[in-house]
């Protein structure tokens, strides 16, 4: 844009160039027309000048009719000696004979006598008439001036041709005056075209200075610089050109200014916005992306743009761009692969003009893949809770319907049919319970009673507990050992005991469930640098390694039917995870299938020492 623009090609060379060529041209046709009018005048003056008088063409005619030609002849060469000859001219008098009479050159008079010879002379006798010519003799380089006279002489109403006065003169005198004068009118002429082109110069150079800051204006204005002010040298043309583009570069930075203000802020806003947006030309190329979009398309943005939305949302098989157009619709998007779930809601709409035209589109994408999670998780929930409780529902139903049709009287029969009632009825306690504890944790209205709590004395208590409960059942159906193994330095944990217990309450209840009988359950408790490791381990039939990820999902059950039949409502792994979680803790699995599974559970730990720990107290 900023290209050296060479002199020839500069509007100050052409200025002064257009000067110079009107001024040679209007010089040029002046001085034709000047020589012209000058050769012209200085010829009518020669010729003025070499013309005889009247007296003296009237003496000749005299002496032409007289019959006496020796006298004649004598008083011919007087007159002729006698008249004024100021440019030398060759004068000669003829009759009619074609004789030469007479001849004003000294050194020529042996042509007296003779006849002419030239055709001028014969055609004024014969025509009667003035010949004059100009003739150029190129032997001697030398120009001539041609006049043939009549001599007439008149007696009443009859008049008579007596000879002819020949005149030839040399012409050379005046065209070297007139090329003098020539010369001079070119010498002047070079000069004032050498004046008016340093005077072009100078005045092109004054119209094109504001023109070429304003031209560099402009160029820093197309940069952004809008700093600089072109100099008003006049109220004139330029002058008022030149205020424009200083306005013109006040109107252009305030526009630029909020053109980049508008960009920045939508930048900004598309750069935060949780939802991903792409916008196209009329073609459907992407022209505009956001980093949540390039995100959820697992794709860079040089990559995107310019490419066809149809390819970058993979839709090209089932839409076309005519009907995104005509039918903007709402889409939705499946981009889930092994490693993760990513399902997008797509929203189309029209960027168009006020005059109808339609410009591009624009494309909003919203991830729905929690929310559809939600919503599959909402009707498996419900789906599972109807199948959990309608199974006692039925069960107790079935049991008083038969009690009710007598069955209370059997007394073998009522209290068996009483117990599972029973039984059911607390199981249906027990899972409500559940759901509400889930319920409550889920809205955030759960509180946690956190202390500080030594978890090696936690554990014991909970361990105990469950080797009390073997010890005082005579008649167990199965059989079980603890194993413990336990850092011998106590750890103090920030822990809610009343959860925590439920969580291990329910650790080892699925431990003892899913061990054989005798078999040996392992508990663990030790420290890392900042976190609390307690595990259980079982020797069962462990989890498929398919099961694994849904172990602690709600109702989720490895043996459904086994564990129905052992009073499982599926919800103690999920809310242990609740309580683990909420505690800032991790709760996981390993397990082995034919092998037994062990329970994780993570806390996070200080080191206190005792003097602090009392101070505390």
Not at 152 to 175: E, F, M, P, Q, R
Not at 459 to 479: A, G, S
């Amino acid at each position: 844009m900023n290209n050296r623009i060479k002199f020839y090609q500069s509007i100050k060379f052409k200025i002064a160039l257009v000067f110079a060529l009107v001024l040679l041209v209007t010089l040029e046709i002046v001085g034709a027309v000047f020589v012209r009018q000058l050769e012209h005048q200085n010829l009518s003056t020669f010729k003025n000048q070499i013309q005889l008088q009247t007296y003296v063409t009237n003496s000749l005619t005299t002496q032409l009719s007289r019959s006496n030609e020796a006298a004649a002849n004598r008083r011919i060469r007087t007159i002729l000696n006698d008249s004024d000859n100021s440019n030398n001219a060759q004068i000669q008098v003829i009759d009619t004979k074609g004789t030469i009479r007479g001849t004003n050159q000294v050194n020529n008079q042996a042509i007296v006598g003779q006849k002419t010879t030239d055709d001028n002379v014969k055609n004024a006798i014969y025509g009667r008439t003035t010949i004059e010519k100009n003739t150029y003799d190129a032997t001697t380089d030398t120009r001539y001036y041609t006049l043939v006279s009549p001599l007439i002489k008149s007696s009443g109403n009859n008049s008579t041709i007596v000879g002819v006065v020949y005149t030839k003169a040399n012409l050379d005198s005046v065209y070297q005056n007139i090329n003098s004068i020539t010369v001079i009118f070119l010498f002047a002429a070079s000069i004032a075209i050498i004046l008016g082109l340093l005077i072009s110069i100078v005045i092109s150079r004054a119209i094109t200075r504001p023109i070429e800051e304003m031209k560099k204006q402009t160029i820093r204005i197309a940069r952004g610089d809008y700093s600089g002010q072109v100099h008003v040298y006049g109220n004139d043309e330029l002058g008022q050109l030149a205020s424009a583009v200083n306005n013109l570069s006040v109107r252009v930075e305030e526009s630029h200014e909020s053109t980049e203000s508008e960009r920045r802020r939508l930048d900004s806003v598309l750069a935060n916005m949780t939802d991903g947006v792409l916008a196209t030309d009329r073609r459907g190329n992407v022209i505009i992306i956001n980093e949540t979009a390039t995100s959820f398309l697992n794709s860079d943005e040089n990559q995107v743009m310019g490419q066809s939305i149809l390819d970058v949302l993979d839709i090209r098989k089932d839409y076309s761009l005519r009907d995104l157009l005509e039918k903007p619709d709402e889409l939705i998007l499946d981009f889930s692969s092994d490693d993760h779930s990513l399902i997008l809601h797509a929203h189309f709409s029209l960027i168009q003009r006020e005059s109808g035209f339609i410009s591009g589109l624009v494309c909003v994408l919203r991830d729905i893949t929690e929310q559809q999670r939600i919503d599959q998780d909402r009707k498996q929930f419900v789906s599972n809770v109807s199948h959990e409780l309608r199974t006692p529902l039925t069960s107790v139903r079935s049991y008083i319907e038969a009690l009710s049709d007598g069955a209370w009287k059997d007394p073998k029969l009522a209290p068996k049919f009483l117990k599972v009632t029973q039984d059911e009825t607390d199981r249906m306690i027990r899972m409500i319970n559940d759901l509400l504890t889930l319920s409550r944790m889920d809205s955030g209205t759960q509180k946690m009673e956190v202390e500080l709590v030594n978890i090696n004395e936690l554990f014991n208590y909970v361990l105990n507990r469950f080797d009390m409960i073997l010890k005082k059942d005579d008649h167990p159906e199965k059989t079980y050992t603890i194993q413990r193994k336990f850092t011998n330095r106590d750890l103090w944990v920030d822990l809610d005991t009343d959860r925590f217990t439920q969580v291990l309450d329910n650790l080892m209840n699925n431990a003892i469930k899913y061990s054989p009988d005798g078999g040996v359950i392992t508990c663990r408790l030790y420290e890392t640098r900042n976190k609390v490791i307690l595990s259980i381990s079982d020797q069962g039939l462990g989890i498929p390694r398919k099961d694994i990820p849904h172990i602690f999902d709600r109702f989720y059950r490895v043996d459904k039917a086994r564990s129905r039949q052992q009073g499982g409502s599926g919800l103690g792994l999920a809310i242990s995870k609740e309580v683990v979680e909420a505690l800032k803790g991790q709760l996981w699995v390993e397990s082995v299938e034919g092998k037994g599974s062990t329970f994780y559970i993570a806390l996070p730990y200080e080191p206190i020492k005792e003097e602090d720990l009392w101070d505390e107290v």
